[in-house]
């Protein structure tokens, strides 16, 4: 489904049942939080960058795709916060009087129950659900078999472990990542595996180095390694290479979408092209194997 992405200013006041929150990655917690919610108001970038911008998470979504995935849900609209300094100068009174209340005319809100708004986040739930202007609901931490789901330890899963499927189980949806195609050394190209390369987004979490199955703008099987590509000398630093399987086509400079579907393996040095080759012949296969189940 297709939302409605507004910047604040631009808002047009109305009844709204607003869910708030920053949302990264849109789990199943947020997805909670989000249900019954026919607006989602949410902050860009995300505070942490403006916050603490020397450690500054690598985030799971970016505002597209957060977007994509709040609509898919059914929301009909997400309002964006312009987030910087002087709007976190803003009060926790401040902030209901004058954005939900003033500008988006909230009669229902929802917010999880570790959310903190506000100047210095001194803003609790507790301080929404005394305000009779609007009804609030807050909603509990989520807990899947024992652990509380988080987009901090859905990143860990995915950036360090490369566990895309218990990271996918706890998003809701599979992980994806996107960027623009860029040329390489084309070395794909001479052992009969072309490859679409991107360059990862420092801002954004990449899955831990190794061999993924996934799917390419959402349909197309793909064979992905994501590292430094320990075979050969290269330069290049840490590189995203998806070998499309039986597609042809130029797609240099085009943007092009991942989705995580399993890891194959880890990253491997080999010692030679041929034991490489026969080894991505085996990733191809079981690239296969995964999108046909």
């Not at 070395?187 to 061999?211: E, K, M, Q, S």
Request: proline residues 5%; negative net charge; charged residues 25%.
């Amino acid at each position: 489904m297709t939302v409605a992405v507004t910047p604040l200013q631009d808002v047009e006041r109305r009844a709204r049942r607003v869910a708030l929150g920053t949302f990264d990655g849109v789990h199943l917690g947020h997805r909670e939080v989000i249900r019954g919610a026919d607006t989602v108001l949410t902050f860009e970038p995300h505070p942490a960058v403006v916050l603490h911008p020397d450690s500054p998470p690598q985030l799971l979504t970016s505002l597209e795709r957060k977007a994509q995935l709040i609509g898919d849900m059914g929301v009909r609209e997400v309002v964006v916060v312009p987030f910087d300094r002087a709007f976190a100068s803003r009060s926790a009174e401040g902030f209901a009087d004058d954005v939900l209340v003033g500008a988006l005319g909230a009669t229902h809100v929802s917010v999880g129950a570790n959310f903190h708004f506000g100047h210095r986040a001194t803003g609790r739930p507790a301080l929404l659900e005394a305000d009779s202007r609007f009804e609030t609901r807050v909603v509990p931490l989520l807990e899947v078999e024992g652990e509380i789901v988080s987009s901090s330890h859905i990143r860990g899963l995915i950036a360090e472990e490369g566990a895309v499927e218990a990271g996918a189980r706890l998003l809701g949806a599979p992980f994806a990542m996107a960027g623009e195609v860029v040329r390489g050394e084309q070395r794909g190209r001479t052992i009969g595996y072309p490859t679409a390369n991107l360059v990862p987004d420092p801002r954004f979490v990449t899955p831990a180095h190794g061999v993924y199955a996934c799917l390419a703008n959402g349909s197309i099987p793909a064979a992905v390694s994501i590292g430094v590509r320990p075979t050969f000398d290269t330069k290049l630093g840490e590189l995203v290479e998806a070998y499309l399987l039986d597609f042809n086509g130029d797609l240099y400079g085009s943007r092009l979408e991942l989705t995580f579907l399993r890891r194959l393996r880890g990253e491997l040095r080999f010692d030679g092209v041929e034991e490489l080759v026969r080894q991505i012949e085996r990733d191809v296969q079981d690239t296969r194997t995964v999108v046909a189940v």
